[in-house]
Structures are given as structure tokens and as C-alpha cells.
């Protein structure tokens, strides 16, 4: 008797990629409801601490110096939208997380973000100086100043958590191979958002600029220390990541 002759077995067929839309679309269904509870709860938790302190300083409050580009740039009330915008954007990086793994990561780092942010509040509050500008015509400003008033000015916040987003944003665009146009704009959308408290005379430059290194330094770490794909052979195949896992 022979032995049977063993015929090569045909390759798998390899799954067509999916389109970036299908893979953001898939992103955004994915665990919604706990992302939007997820981060309205998020948010509630970091202004209880934030108007604690805020109205309870435990030290005595130093207030920022101006710069000339502070003289440079004007009251500019029509940027207010961009400022409040923000409690927009910072729910899209969280939003378009895939799995429950990641959007766990991504809370602890930001999470780990805005508590070192409370505590450089906690050991040394600030404040922007004293302005004479009259707000009484711009719808908004009056209640702006007095919910979010000049204290806890350095480092921005506003501007920590931007970056922040702006940069697991691109990262996520990235991934899902999105038009470049669409990482365009949401680096022009956190310009927005930075300029917009200078433009509005919330913040400082100091207080920007110790708002981008701040949120840097726990954005960019979070590119290397989150879930690889290893962990997400459910996420959609949309050919070669730019940015790599690790």
C-alpha cells in the first residue's frame, strides 16, 4: 500500500479590511452607555475637588505674572464657545476606546492626570491678576467668573486635559487609518480650546504652557504603557497601525 499523497492545503482566506468608518463606528458602539455614565461621572468627581479647593485654599494664594504676549492678546468674548467646547472634546478620545480594557487604561491615566493637577492646586494655589474688564454685556461671562472663578490658575487644567485628548485622539485616528483632514481638526480644535482661555482672560500664557507639560507628561507616557493588540483580537483589521502597540 502507499502512503497517501498529502496535498497542500489552500491559505485562509484573508479578511478584507474594513473601512475607517466602519472601524469608528464600531468604536463608538462600543460600551456607550458605560462611556457616557463612564465620564459625566468622571467630570462630577474632579469639580468636587476642583471648587473645594478653589474656594478652601490651603495655603496662601500666589498670583501669576503677566507676560507681554498676556498684554498682546485682547479680551475676546466670542471665543467663549471654544472654552466651553471643551467639555465636548474630552469625551471623544474615551468614546472611541474599543474595548474595556482600554477605556479602563485610559481613566486610570487621565485620572492619574487630574489628580496631580488637584494636588499642585491642594500645595500651591494661584491665581490669575486682578482684571478690569466689565462683563456685564457678554452673555455668560457673569456666570463664568462666578462658577469658574480666577483661582486654581497654574497649571490649566483646561489646557492639561486637552492635550491630553488631543493626543489619544490622534493616536485613535491614527490607528483607524481616518483621513488625514480629520487629525487636522482636532489638533485646530485644541488650538481653540488653548487659545481660548488666554482669549478670554481665564488663564495666563504661564499657566498654558504649565498646562501642556503637564498634560504631556502623562499623555505620552499612555502611548506605550496601554493595551497592545495582543489583547483586542476583536478589534476590526484595518490593515498596518502607524503608531505601535506595546
Not at 91 to 119: D, H, K, M, N
Not at 143 to 156: K, T
Request: aromatic residues 12%; contains cysteine; hydrophobic residues 50%.
Amino acid at each position: 500500500m502507499h502512503s497517501p499523497i498529502s496535498l497542500p492545503l489552500a491559505p485562509a482566506p484573508v479578511p478584507a479590511p474594513r473601512t475607517w468608518t466602519a472601524d469608528i463606528g464600531l468604536r463608538i458602539r462600543r460600551h456607550f452607555l458605560l462611556k457616557a455614565v463612564g465620564t459625566t461621572a468622571f467630570t462630577w468627581l474632579f469639580f468636587i475637588g476642583y471648587f473645594h479647593l478653589l474656594r478652601n485654599p490651603a495655603f496662601p494664594v500666589t498670583v501669576m505674572p503677566l507676560t507681554a504676549l498676556d498684554h498682546l492678546i485682547p479680551f475676546q468674548p466670542y471665543t467663549l464657545g471654544a472654552y466651553l467646547s471643551l467639555w465636548l472634546y474630552v469625551g471623544l478620545a474615551p468614546g472611541l476606546q474599543l474595548t474595556f480594557r482600554e477605556l479602563v487604561v485610559y481613566g486610570l491615566w487621565i485620572g492619574a492626570l487630574c489628580l496631580s493637577g488637584l494636588s499642585l492646586f491642594y500645595f500651591w494655589p494661584t491665581q490669575i491678576p486682578p482684571l478690569s474688564i466689565d462683563v456685564t454685556g457678554f452673555p455668560g461671562f457673569a456666570m463664568l467668573q462666578g462658577v469658574d472663578a480666577a483661582g486654581n490658575a497654574c497649571p490649566s487644567m483646561h489646557v492639561a486635559v486637552a492635550i491630553f485628548t488631543a493626543i489619544r485622539l490622534e493616536q485613535v485616528l491614527r490607528d483607524a487609518r481616518t483621513p488625514a483632514l480629520l487629525r487636522v481638526l482636532n489638533w485646530a480644535w485644541f488650538a481653540a480650546i488653548a487659545y481660548s482661555t488666554l482669549a478670554v482672560k481665564q488663564h495666563v500664557v504661564l499657566d498654558v504652557v504649565a498646562g501642556a507639560v503637564l498634560g504631556m507628561a502623562f499623555a505620552l507616557p499612555s502611548l506605550r504603557w496601554r493595551p497592545g493588540r495582543r489583547f483586542r483580537g476583536d478589534s476590526p483589521h484595518v490593515g498596518a497601525d502607524i503608531i505601535g502597540h506595546h
